[in-house]
Structure formats: structure tokens, C-alpha cells
């Protein structure tokens, strides 16, 4: 698949008018080119986010500059995913402001080689890829469900990678029962040998496990879409902390540029081959197939436990979780 030539995005755009767009780290790499082509689409609000506001000065105008007047306005905010506060603050900022939301592509991510802790004690790569795109997820719940149902049809876009395939299974969850997740997050387990192998690929396939779970949540009474989306292997900011000539290398002979694997997540959020697609995995621009695990009995196991974990540990984070999921999903 990393080879597949990519469709431009002309041959699969649909205007985005009078629609208001959410796009999480969309001031670098394939977050920024991604609002670039979405702006050009010509959203009413088009909304990125950053770790620090002011950074995304500098994206805003040219993402602006991208929209050539068709995009209404597009604004920089912040959002730290290694904070729970920083997103519940950010979606209690939305409501007062906003109050609506068509178009939410959780793009935002961090891949780390050593162990790291988030803010909220948790370790990080876990939160920032998987837990804090959840909780975004469901306090967004609310203000998607005013989107209009007119094609392009409302969709939650969850940016993976193709990494999960590397991920043979979840021991954790044999070995630690209810408290599996947990123990992931942890940072005894992840200092032993095994804690923080795979966990990158591991968070992401807690990606392309949410977004199926989540469409499987989703009334059918709402025409929300939720999809999961892997963009290839790019040049990103993604892989700045890998200090290795070999990974160079590699990166310069086979990755994507950042504006070609943009196209994937562009075509996730509007392609009209999409529109009555749930739950699915999408690559090169078209609709594929996950990983041996995630299509097995055990993965099903696996995500369904995923999903409960998930739930019940950002419920302690946020007591609005519950509420909206009772009332949002079924």
C-alpha cells in the first residue's frame, strides 16, 4: 500500500459549506497539510489545534491562504493531550463559543522510543494517542449530533497507523483481567522488559479498535460516521525522536511526503465512498482491511474490553463522560 499513487484530492472533494471543522494538531505536518486541503473546500469554521496557540500562528495564515476565500474563518486553539484538564477545558470552551461540530479528525499523536510520563501520571503515548482522543471524542458527541445530516455526511475521522499490523496480541489482558488498561498506563509495568515494547503500534490499534467500537455505539438514528484512517508512512514530525541514520534512510527512500498522506485524511472526511461506511479502515485512499488480530474472535474480546476500560477510567477522569454517553450512544 505505501506505493499506491493517491487520487488527488479534486477527485474526491465535496464542498465543506456552512460546515465547522475540527482538526486536532493540525499546525504541522499531516495535520497542516490535511486543514490546508479542507480549507480549500470552503468550511464555514475551520478550527486547528496546538500544544501552544501561538505556534499555530504562523499555520493559520497559510491555511488560510490555502482556503483562497472560500474558507469562512480559521483559527488556531489549544489543547494538550497530556492533560485531561487541557481537554475538558477545551471542549467547555467550545460549547460557550461554538456549540456545533460537523467534521472532527483526531489527528494528534506522539510516538516515543522511552517511557514518559503524561500530567496525569499516566504513561504517554497511551494517553496522548488513545485516552485523550477518546475523551475529546465523547464531549464532542454533543455538539456532532447538531450537524446537519446533508452528504458530506458527519463524520468522526481517527488517524492510525499502519503499525498495528505489528501487534500480535494484548497479554496484558490475561495477565491483569479488569485492570489491563490500567496496568499499561502504568509506570512500574512500563519499566519492566516487556512494558514498552510495541506501544506505539499498540496505541494504535487501540485506534482502529475505538473507531469500531464507537461506530457499533452509534444510534442508527444518527448519521454520524466514525471511520479510522492510516495515512502511510510519511516525512513527519512524527518521528523526531528517532535519531538513527538507518531510520533517515529509510524515511527518505519510502515515506510519503506529508501532503500526499494528507490526502488520506481528506478523503476519510468527504469522500462520497464513505458515506455509508461505519467502523471501517481506510488506507490509500479506499476502504481495507485491519489487522489479523483486530478481525479475530480474541480481537473482538479484546476491543470489547478496550471500549469498557476506556470508558470507565475517563469517567474518573470527567463525570461527563457517563452522562453523554448515556444519552449519545447506545
Same mark, same amino acid.
Given at each position: 500500500m505505501q506505493y499506491c499513487p493517491l487520487p488527488s484530492v479534486s477527485s474526491f472533494a465535496r464542498p465543506l459549506t456552512g460546515r465547522t471543522v475540527l482538526l486536532?494538531?493540525?499546525?504541522?505536518?499531516?495535520? !497542516?497539510?490535511?486543514?490546508?486541503?479542507?480549507?480549500?473546500?470552503?468550511?464555514?469554521?475551520?478550527? &486547528?489545534?496546538?500544544?501552544?496557540?501561538?505556534?499555530?500562528?504562523?499555520?493559520? =495564515?497559510? &491555511?488560510?491562504?490555502?482556503?483562497?476565500? =472560500?474558507?469562512?474563518?480559521?483559527?488556531?486553539?489549544?489543547i494538550d493531550q497530556a492533560q485531561f484538564g487541557s481537554v475538558t477545558a477545551f471542549a467547555d470552551r467550545w460549547a460557550?463559543?461554538?456549540?456545533?461540530?460537523?467534521?472532527?479528525?483526531?489527528?494528534?499523536?506522539?510516538?516515543?522510543?522511552?517511557?514518559?510520563q503524561s500530567q496525569d501520571g499516566l504513561e504517554l503515548m497511551l494517553q496522548v494517542n488513545h485516552l485523550a482522543p477518546a475523551l475529546l471524542t465523547f464531549r464532542m458527541l454533543p455538539f456532532l449530533s447538531k450537524a446537519s445530516p446533508d452528504p458530506p455526511t458527519p463524520r468522526i475521522v481517527i488517524v492510525n497507523s499502519g503499525t498495528h499490523h505489528w501487534v500480535p496480541g494484548v497479554q496484558e489482558v490475561d495477565e491483569a483481567g479488569d485492570g489491563w488498561l490500567k496496568l499499561l498506563a502504568s509506570k512500574k509495568y512500563c519499566q519492566t522488559e516487556k512494558g514498552m515494547m510495541?506501544?506505539?503500534?499498540?496505541?494504535?490499534? !487501540?485506534?482502529?479498535?475505538?473507531?469500531?467500537?464507537?461506530?457499533?455505539?452509534?444510534?442508527?438514528?444518527?448519521?454520524?460516521?466514525?471511520?479510522?484512517?492510516?495515512?502511510?508512512?510519511?516525512?513527519?514530525?512524527?518521528g523526531r525522536n528517532v535519531r538513527s541514520w538507518r531510520f533517515w534512510f529509510y524515511t527518505q527512500l519510502v515515506?510519503?511526503?506529508?501532503?500526499?498522506?494528507?490526502?488520506?485524511?481528506?478523503?476519510?472526511?468527504?469522500?462520497?465512498?464513505?458515506?455509508?461506511?461505519?467502523?471501517?479502515?481506510?488506507?490509500?485512499? !479506499?476502504? @481495507?482491511?485491519? @489487522?489479523?488480530?483486530?478481525?479475530?474472535?480474541?480481537?473482538?474480546?479484546?476491543?470489547? =474490553?478496550?471500549?469498557?476500560?476506556?470508558?470507565?477510567?475517563?469517567?474518573?477522569?470527567?463525570?461527563?463522560?457517563?452522562? &453523554?454517553?448515556?444519552?449519545?450512544?447506545?
Open positions: 486536532t494538531g493540525g499546525n504541522v505536518g499531516l495535520g !497542516f497539510e490535511a486543514a490546508k486541503h479542507l480549507a480549500s473546500l470552503g468550511p464555514e469554521r475551520l478550527i &486547528i489545534t496546538s500544544r501552544n496557540a501561538a505556534r499555530g500562528a504562523e499555520a493559520v =495564515k497559510a &491555511i488560510q491562504a490555502a482556503g483562497k476565500g =472560500k474558507v469562512g474563518s480559521v483559527e488556531c486553539w489549544e460557550k463559543e461554538v456549540g456545533k461540530l460537523d467534521l472532527l479528525v483526531l489527528n494528534a499523536g506522539v510516538a516515543q522510543l522511552e517511557y514518559a510495541m506501544r506505539y503500534p499498540l496505541t494504535k490499534l !487501540f485506534n482502529v479498535m475505538f473507531a469500531k467500537s464507537l461506530s457499533e455505539h452509534i444510534p442508527a438514528s444518527n448519521p454520524l460516521i466514525a471511520n479510522s484512517v492510516n495515512p502511510g508512512f510519511c516525512r513527519s514530525s512524527l515515506a510519503r511526503t506529508t501532503e500526499v498522506g494528507s490526502r488520506t485524511l481528506v478523503h476519510a472526511a468527504v469522500g462520497k465512498d464513505l458515506d455509508d461506511m461505519y467502523g471501517e479502515y481506510v488506507e490509500s485512499c !479506499f476502504v @481495507s482491511s485491519p @489487522s489479523a488480530l483486530v478481525r479475530s474472535r480474541r480481537g473482538k474480546m479484546i476491543r470489547d =474490553k478496550l471500549w469498557a476500560q476506556t470508558i470507565e477510567l475517563l469517567s474518573e477522569v470527567d463525570p461527563e463522560v457517563p452522562r &453523554i454517553i448515556k444519552q449519545y450512544l447506545e
